[in-house]
């Protein structure tokens, strides 16, 4: 459970309650992959808006996990207009948790590594 309460933030983007509903079961997720995790700040960010508003906006996940520095996670809006025809709010968060949960499963797996192999020292 994270010992820091999540914060949201958006900025020059209307915030929405169906988005934080969202990242907070993300957010869960999260924690049930990574135990560790004692703080998380999303922060959603409209950065610009092109003639026909398809700029998508970024989302910024900041993790805290005990021992090391904040793992941060963001895309470029160049990142989702690659991947999907028609990027929106929703598509943004997805994919900011699709690497969070990528990066944190690493994560795992190297804290795992390390402890199988200083067992294997002893």
């Given at each position: 459970?994270?010992?820091?309460?999540l914060e949201i933030a958006?900025?020059?983007?209307?915030?929405?309650?169906q988005?934080?509903?969202?990242?907070?079961?993300?957010v869960?997720?999260?924690?049930?992959?990574y135990?560790?995790?004692?703080s998380?700040?999303?922060?959603?960010?409209?950065?610009?808006?092109?003639?026909?508003?398809?700029i998508p906006?970024?989302?910024?996940?900041?993790?805290?996990?005990?021992g090391?520095s904040?793992?941060?996670v963001?895309?470029?809006?160049?990142?989702?207009?690659r991947?999907?025809?028609?990027?929106d709010?929703?598509?943004a968060i997805?994919?900011?948790?699709?690497?969070?949960?990528?990066?944190?499963?690493d994560?795992?797996?190297?804290?795992?590594?390390?402890?199988k192999a200083?067992?294997h020292?002893?």
């Amino acid at each position: 459970m994270l010992q820091v309460p999540l914060e949201i933030a958006f900025h020059n983007i209307a915030s929405s309650e169906q988005a934080e509903r969202e990242i907070r079961a993300r957010v869960a997720d999260l924690e049930k992959l990574y135990d560790r995790l004692v703080s998380c700040r999303v922060r959603i960010d409209q950065r610009a808006r092109d003639r026909t508003g398809t700029i998508p906006p970024v989302v910024h996940i900041g993790l805290g996990i005990p021992g090391r520095s904040d793992l941060v996670v963001s895309h470029e809006p160049e990142h989702l207009l690659r991947k999907y025809r028609h990027p929106d709010l929703h598509k943004a968060i997805n994919e900011a948790f699709r690497i969070a949960e990528r990066q944190l499963l690493d994560l795992k797996q190297q804290r795992n590594g390390r402890t199988k192999a200083s067992d294997h020292d002893a």
